[in-house]
């Protein structure tokens, strides 16, 4: 699971049987699962938190990072 700073947003897993999983983070160094109602899609993709898309959106170059 992708680290928050803030506990308190921290995505929070249910034991209800309803919370279907649609898949995995499409991350390639995350295998995390999403629940219905739960990640970021992007252009078609699921990612659990902002963290990966984020992470993935600078490595292919498609972000660049100001603070470096």
């Known amino acids: ?3 928050v ?5 921290s995505p929070k897993r ?4 309803i919370a279907k999983v649609i898949g ?3 991350y390639r160094y ?3 699962e ?4 739960e990640g970021i899609e992007f252009e078609g993709y699921i990612y659990c938190c902002a963290t990966c898309l984020g992470s ?7 972000a660049v990072d100001l603070s470096k």
């Open 34 to 37: 999403i629940c219905k109602h």
């Open 56 to 62: 993935e959106l600078l490595e292919e170059g498609h």
């Open 1 to 3: 699971m992708c680290e």
């Open 14 to 17: 249910t034991d209800d049987p």
């Open 5 to 9: 700073e803030n506990p308190m947003l």
């Open 24 to 26: 995995k983070c499409h």
């Open 30 to 32: 995350c295998d995390e």
